[in-house]
């Protein structure tokens, strides 16, 4: 993903990489899911720490989105490409607390 928006120079990439980072924000959705999961089920490793590449990617992924935000039409891009993931991740998030207050 941060290759991918690194990549958008203009109006016309944002255009052409919508389908690609829409469907790479559903992936990164999976993920977080599939990782909120295991720490509900293995609740002894709830310490766990990030590593200096998880920061190094995460400060990468905050500068490539940046850097999308300051393009004209970057914003709704940005806002465009996470609605649909956004709202899947709060639905596995509302689930996830559901089942701990039953």
Known sequence: MIKELNSI???EDLLKALPKV???CNELVD???AAQEFKEK???LQNLQLTQENHELNDQLRMALNHVYK???GR???ENCQEQ???RL???ERKIRKIKTD
């Open 85 to 87: 993931s956004l709202h």
């Open 31 to 33: 993920v977080m899911i």
């Open 90 to 92: 709060e639905m596995a």
């Open 22 to 24: 829409q469907q790479q």
């Open 76 to 78: 709704e891009f940005i």
């Open 42 to 44: 293995n609740p002894m």
């Open 9 to 11: 120079q203009n109006r």
């Open 71 to 73: 393009l004209e039409g």
